[in-house]
């Protein structure tokens, strides 16, 4: 298992992903023949299980397409069964600073955290390799990414960034405007761009990236304008509206 977003992000290259709710393995093979570096599993909202995670990240991986996944909460169970399938890195929704704390624990094999060994895994290559040369290898490339969607929590963002094993924050942009009370607010919004921009500032002091979400809009100079306040991986919303949003397009060429 190799972290391909993260050799990116050191190279200084910005990232495009999806968010992937319609348990598809040809859609993700699809989003890599795009281009696209990473898709986001989602197993917080959508109807997919562990099993059909298995095969949605094996369909990552043969196309060379970083899996993340959402979980719902910080259960190291969970946790463990979705890097043993060989996710390189899982999200934490509605994240605070103990969150954290306890999913970089979770994903972490001992003496640095609790995840649970077993060498015949997917992600070990089933045993063949060296064991303790893999723990290594695994706690430093796994990921842990919280997804800040709460005002408290953005607030205390630098809190989370100083976490050892949090190198990557997703803000979600949804959550985020209803706790603002402007629900449905983009960072064209000043509240929503001031928020934004202070989280790559305390991001980039630390030498840490910016995830963020630009809903299904196929609006590339929308995306453009984000990536150029310093955000280094955009999120696309969930493949079935981007997949939606195509189709309306295409049905209003009738009128």
């Not at 990473?38 to 959508?46: G, K, L």
């Not at 059909?52 to 069964?81: K, N």
């Not at 995306?223 to 509206?241: E, H, K, N, Q, T």
């Amino acid at each position: 298992m190799e972290n391909k977003v993260r050799r990116k992000l050191e190279t200084g290259a910005n990232l495009i992903g999806m968010m992937h709710f319609t348990g598809c393995p040809m859609l993700i093979e699809v989003m890599a023949s795009a281009g696209m570096d990473f898709t986001n599993i989602d197993m917080e909202h959508s109807p997919i299980d562990i099993g059909l995670a298995a095969h949605l990240i094996r369909a990552a991986d043969a196309v060379g397409m970083t899996p993340f996944v959402r979980v719902p909460s910080v259960e190291p169970g969970l946790i463990m069964q979705v890097l043993n399938l060989g996710a390189t890195g899982i999200i934490i929704p509605h994240a605070n600073i103990k969150d954290c704390v306890a999913a970089v624990s979770a994903v972490r094999y001992a003496p640095e955290g609790i995840r649970g060994s077993c060498p015949a895994i997917r992600a070990a290559e089933y045993g063949k390799s060296d064991w303790a040369a893999w723990t290594r290898h695994a706690n430093r490339e796994v990921t842990v990414i919280p997804l800040l969607e709460e005002k408290e929590d953005i607030d205390r963002a630098d809190e989370i960034l100083a976490i050892d094993g949090i190198d990557i924050v997703f803000m979600g942009p949804f959550d985020y405007s209803v706790a603002l009370g402007i629900p449905g607010a983009n960072f064209d919004h000043p509240k929503m761009a001031a928020a934004l921009e202070g989280l790559v500032e305390k991001a980039r002091r630390r030498g840490k990236y910016v995830m963020t979400s630009v809903g299904a809009r196929i609006d590339t100079d929308y995306a453009r304008s984000i990536f150029r306040r310093g955000v280094r991986l955009i999120s696309y919303s969930a493949d079935a509206l981007v997949f939606q949003e195509s189709c309306k397009q295409i049905a209003a060429t009738r009128d």
